[in-house]
């Protein structure tokens, strides 16, 4: 993944993701935002 940016003052990500992003892309961004929950809290 490249380009995600985050919030200065909150931390975490923000992702926008439209209708040309793939079903399996999708999937990869939610196994990367459960892992970052996982670790991050």
Avoid: Q, W
């Avoid at 940016?5 to 939610?30: C, F, M, P, W």
Wanted: aromatic letters at 10%; charged letters at 30%.
């Amino acid at each position: 993944m490249v380009g995600l940016k985050g919030y200065r003052d909150i931390g975490g990500i923000r992702v926008s993701a439209y209708n040309a992003v793939s079903v399996k892309d999708v999937e990869t961004l939610v196994d990367f935002m459960e892992e970052f929950v996982r670790k991050n809290g």
